[in-house]
């Protein structure tokens, strides 16, 4: 039990999630035994010898709902004491970084993922923990959701990824990342901000801090107010925003 977090992933497509936990920097982090998975597929709970786990649901409509008799033998399979049981589901709370980094400190978390029209109700109010939704659109599979959440969570857990790197990174303070560059200098007429070159280290940090408020207000508005709501902005990024909305009033690409 020498892992950070282990993942249980009840499907009845194993082969989606198991393509993620065997690829790049997840199979390295299984490797070295900081995450373990567990891909349990429901279907080899199914009751019958058709080995159906889908119905139609009572009260009439389209599709079919997975049946509720060999999720739960799926989930005893477990034969965990402590675990936190997730629904990926449209109609679930949205899934945010901080969510993430919640379920990041936990040990064991179980992901159900549903198909067709969903999973029936009743084993939502007997064992689920928290529904879960990725975005406010709906996947034909729970699998692909899982994949999100697992990908989001685990490069969260210590070891897997250097600190610094998860440091500055789009929602720490509710700010999103500052443009970045590399190699050469010049690409087609673009040349990479002077400031970047300087090898002056405030100098870019205010320029980088700089670039995240602007880019916030642009593409999430609704951070900014959160990050201020949060006491996440300081005197200086307030006068920053100010020059920004100057800036705008000015013309064009005068923050650059
Ligand atoms: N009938 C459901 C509804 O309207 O809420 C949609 C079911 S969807 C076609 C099939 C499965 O995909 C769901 O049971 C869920 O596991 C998964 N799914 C679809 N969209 C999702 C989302 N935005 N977040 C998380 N899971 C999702």
């Known amino acids: 039990m020498a892992y950070s977090i282990k993942f249980h992933v009840l499907t009845l497509f194993p082969e989606i999630p ?3 936990f065997t690829s790049s920097i997840m199979a390295k982090a299984v490797q070295k035994e900081i995450i373990a998975y567990d891909l349990v597929n429901i279907r080899d709970f199914a009751l019958d010898a058709h080995k159906t786990c889908d119905d139609s649901p009572y009260g009439g409509g389209a599709g079919q709902l997975l049946l509720a008799e060999p999720i739960e033998k799926a ?17 679930g709370k949205p899934f945010t970084q901080n969510y993430a980094k919640e379920l990041s400190k936990e040990k064991n978390l179980v992901i159900l993922c549903g198909r067709y029209e969903g999973i029936d109700q009743r084993i939502i109010d007997s064992y689920v923990d928290d529904e879960i939704s990725i975005g406010d659109y709906v996947l034909s599979s729970g699998e692909v959701a ?8 685990y490069r969260l857990v210590d070891g897997v990824i250097r600190q610094e790197s998860l440091e500055e990174e789009s929602y720490t303070n509710n700010l999103l990342e500052y443009p970045q560059y590399t190699r050469p200098e010049v690409f087609n007429d673009m040349r990479v901000p002077e400031v970047l070159l300087s090898g002056h280290h405030k100098n870019i940090a205010q320029w980088r801090q700089k670039m995240r408020l602007i880019k916030t207000l642009k593409n999430r508005p609704d951070l900014i107010a959160k990050a201020r709501s949060e006491g996440c902005l300081s005197k200086e990024d307030e006068k920053m925003i100010e020059q920004i909305y100057i800036g705008e ?3 064009p690409n005068k923050n650059n």
């Open 146 to 153: 899982a994949n999100v959440l697992i990908d989001a969570v």
């Open 75 to 91: 989930l005893y399979s477990l034969k965990l004491r402590k675990k936190r049981v997730i629904y990926m589901t449209p109609s």
């Open 249 to 251: 009033q000015d013309g």
């Open 18 to 20: 198991r393509a993620f």
